[in-house]
């Protein structure tokens, strides 16, 4: 890769590891992947190298669609790196090295088999994470401990239950817990004020706590095929107080704009 390129991308190539240390040719062969010109016949045969884990300004990397099946324990050498994606691969586990890549800000790693980074807890400035389509059954005691967590997506799992120190993760803004197991709506989304799309559909919810009504932010509401039979009067001021809070901010802006 060029000296100071810091943003790359390869997808939708046969690649089955991440790439190891090279010279020469493969800089080029990186540099055209990057820029969605990869040959493919040429990317398959990096397997079992190590080179993106030397590349020392990379600040984004994707490689997204592929076939990988592990991650070296170099990757711990990518110091700068804040976006990693690698969704849609054929990962079982994750290397405890990930958990040394303390600037890392956004992590998807949706549909692989992997379960949760051991260690994740360590990624403090952590500010999106998504683990989709994997059949998690546990979110597990680290997750709360992502203080700067503002977006998580764990659609389309096993979850039955969401651990009620997620509380203190006070900066979410979104979060999408739809297609899981939950049988109950999750008491400590109640006190994540801040946020706004809530996406709890196709889970098993039959009612609506008054929680609910805490969330006083809250803009976009997602709870369709779950199992809720009514709407009663009691639960309906907890919706109506939303309602009531989102027709005050449309009046207030609009007053402000007369």
């Not at 990317?43 to 994707?62: D, E, I, Q, R, T």
């Amino acid at each position: 890769m060029p000296q100071g390129v810091s943003e790359t991308g390869v997808r939708k190539h046969v690649l089955l590891t991440l790439p190891e240390k090279d010279t020469g040719e493969l800089n080029q062969i990186l540099s055209e992947a990057a820029n969605g010109n990869a040959r493919p016949d040429i990317l398959p045969s990096l397997a079992g190298n190590k080179v993106l884990c030397y590349l020392p300004h990379l600040v984004k990397l994707s490689i997204c669609e592929n076939l990988i099946q592990s991650l070296p324990k170099d990757i711990k050498e990518l110091k700068k790196l804040q976006d990693f994606s690698i969704s849609n691969n054929k990962l079982i586990f994750l290397p405890v090295q990930l958990s040394q890549l303390t600037k890392l800000k956004v992590l998807r790693a949706d549909d692989n088999k992997l379960e949760l980074p051991a260690k994740i807890h360590r990624l403090k400035h952590l500010k999106e994470f998504s683990v989709s389509r994997k059949q998690l059954d546990s979110l597990g005691e680290q997750i709360p401990h992502l203080k700067d967590l503002f977006k998580i997506g764990f659609s389309g799992n096993a979850l039955r239950y969401i651990p009620v120190e997620l509380k203190n993760c006070i900066r979410i803004t979104k979060a999408d817990l739809s297609n899981n197991k939950l049988s109950q709506f999750p008491n400590a989304l109640c006190a994540l004020f801040d946020l706004k799309p809530l996406n709890l559909s196709g889970n098993s919810i039959s009612e609506i706590i008054p929680g609910i009504s805490d969330i006083k932010d809250l803009e976009q509401l997602e709870l369709k095929k779950n199992k809720l039979s009514s709407f009663s009067s009691n639960k309906k001021s907890y919706i109506g107080s939303l309602i009531s809070h989102s027709r005050e901010k449309c009046f207030t802006f609009l007053k402000s704009k007369v």
